[in-house]
């Protein structure tokens, strides 16, 4: 079983369309989370952090769900510039950050 | 303030040949991080600094490939003997001490081998 999983999309959705991804990880011992975003042929950017609460960013929303190992990104008002591929990343103490192989976004007009 | 800085962002090399490449950190950020992502593909971990020393090497592919850090600031990459299979984007990320998992990335060197 792979580390973090992601459904590859693409997801195709119309402007102002709310569109949720998801992403479960194997390892009960991962302590953070995040979502980064990845334009194409540019490097990733931290998008947000998940919080065990849930977290709101603006038009984004994270949360987790700890028992279930499973992580979500839900987008509201889907904008052009919001076309991009959604990585998931954790993280266990003491190791670098694991990456999903993300998730891809297309908003179009 | 400046970003991570990566050199060269393109770089075309025979095969056989070997390679440096080279990261320049955020300025105080202690932990650094490289990765390679394949056309297409997911980002994959090589290696992770803090500070001079690494204690993460497992993401090596193997031994024709070695990182080092000086002065808790610059890195290089060295891929010796280089294989077509090495032809990827090679990305540098590092982070500060307070907020390790907050990882900064450089705009990447892209290998070709020929």
């Known amino acids: 079983r792979k580390e973090v999983e992601q459904d590859p999309g693409p997801f195709n959705v119309p402007e102002g369309a709310t569109v949720a991804f998801n992403c479960t990880y194997s390892?009960?011992?991962?302590?953070?989370f995040f979502w980064y975003r990845q334009d194409c042929r540019k490097e990733p950017k931290l998008l947000m952090s998940?919080?065990?609460s849930g977290n709101e960013d603006g038009r984004f929303t994270a949360q987790l769900n700890r028992a279930s190992q499973y992580i979500s990104l839900l987008i509201r008002d889907s904008k052009l510039s919001d076309s991009a591929t959604y990585l998931c990343v954790v993280n266990q103490a003491g190791t670098a950050l694991i990456f999903g192989k993300g998730t891809t976004l297309s908003v179009s007009s | 303030g400046a970003g991570v800085s990566q050199s060269p962002s393109n770089k075309v090399t025979e095969k056989g040949k070997d390679v440096e490449l080279r990261c320049d950190p955020i300025s105080g950020h202690t932990a650094l991080y490289w990765y390679r992502q394949r056309l297409g593909q997911g980002l994959e971990f090589l290696i992770y600094f803090q500070g001079n020393s690494a204690p993460d090497k497992s993401g090596l592919p193997s031994d024709r490939f070695s990182a080092e850090r000086t002065g808790e600031s610059v890195s290089t990459l060295t891929i010796q003997r280089t294989q077509q299979e090495d032809s990827a984007v090679y990305l540098c990320a590092s982070s500060s001490r307070a907020v390790l998992y907050e990882q900064y990335f450089g705009p990447g060197t892209r290998l070709t081998v020929t």
């Open positions: 998940v919080y065990s």
């Open positions: 390892n009960s011992a991962s302590q953070s």
